[in-house]
C-alpha cells in the first residue's frame, strides 16, 4: 500500500506534473491562469521536502542504527557500539550486551579497520522487531595484526532489531552467517582462524 511517509518524493514528481500542466494551459489561456496558480506546486514540493524532513519512518529509524554500528565498528568506537544495542542483547557467542562489548574492546584495538562498504540486503519489518540482512565489505587498516592473514573481509551478517518503549529502534541480536562466502558464526570471528 502506498504510504506518504514512505514516498514523500512523490509530491515532488506531482507538483512538477502540476507545475508542466499549469504553465501550458497559461501559454494557451494566458487570461484564464494567473500568476498565483503558479504557487500550487511549488506549495506541494514545500509540503513533500517538509513531511520527508519532519517524519522519520521506521525503515528510515532502522537504516539509521544499522548505519551507526557500522561506523561506531568502523570507528573502532565500542562507546557508540553499545549505544545501538537493546539492554537485553544477546546472540550465540554472546550471553549479554556487557559480552558484546568485552568482546570489541578486544577485537576493536585501534589500528584495526581502515573501512567498511555495507550494503543491506534485505529488510523485514514487523510492529515491534526487524530483521536486516547486511553484507559488508571490511578494508583492514596496513598496520593492524589481521593484515598479515587478510586485507579484505566479505561478511554477511543478520540482525534483529527490536523497537523499545521509547519508540526507538536498537539491535537485540546480530548473527554472523558467512565470512568469504563460506558458512560462518561468531566462532569464526577470531582473526587467527582467517
Known amino acids: 500500500m502506498w504510504n506518504i511517509y514512505e514516498q514523500p518524493w512523490t509530491l515532488l514528481i506531482i507538483a512538477v506534473v502540476i507545475f508542466l500542466v499549469l504553465s501550458a494551459l497559461r501559454s494557451f ?3 484564464k491562469i494567473r500568476r498565483m496558480n503558479i504557487i500550487v506546486p511549488l506549495l506541494i514540493a514545500i509540503l513533500g521536502l517538509a513531511i520527508d524532513f519532519a517524519v522519520k519512518t521506521d525503515q528510515e529509524k532502522i537504516k539509521a542504527v ?3 554500528a557500522i561506523n561506531a565498528v568502523k570507528n573502532e568506537d565500542v562507546d557508540a557500539l553499545g549505544m ?3 539492554a537485553d542483547y544477546s546472540d550465540s557467542f ?3 550486551k556487557q559480552a558484546l562489548l568485552s568482546y570489541a574492546r ?3 584495538v585501534p589500528p584495526f579497520i581502515e ?3 555495507a550494503s543491506i540486503l534485505d529488510t523485514q519489518i514487523s510492529e515491534k522487531t526487524a530483521e536486516v540482512t547486511l553484507l559488508n565489505r571490511i578494508i583492514f587498516d596496513s598496520k593492524s595484526n589481521i593484515d598479515t592473514y587478510t586485507s579484505v573481509l566479505l561478511v554477511k551478517a543478520k540482525l ?4 523499545q518503549p521509547d ?3 536498537l539491535i537485540k541480536q546480530t548473527e554472523i552467517l558467512t565470512i568469504n562466502d563460506r558458512p560462518a558464526g561468531w566462532k569464526d570471528t577470531d582473526y587467527r582462524s582467517f
Request: hydrophobic residues 40%.
Open 29 to 31: 489561456y494566458p487570461e
Open 66 to 68: 544499522v548505519k551507526q
Open 84 to 86: 545501538t544495542l537493546a
Open 94 to 96: 554472546h550471553q549479554s
Open 106 to 108: 578486544i577485537i576493536l
Open 115 to 117: 573501512n567498511i562498504y
Open 160 to 163: 534483529i532489531i527490536e523497537k
Open 167 to 169: 519508540d526507538k529502534w
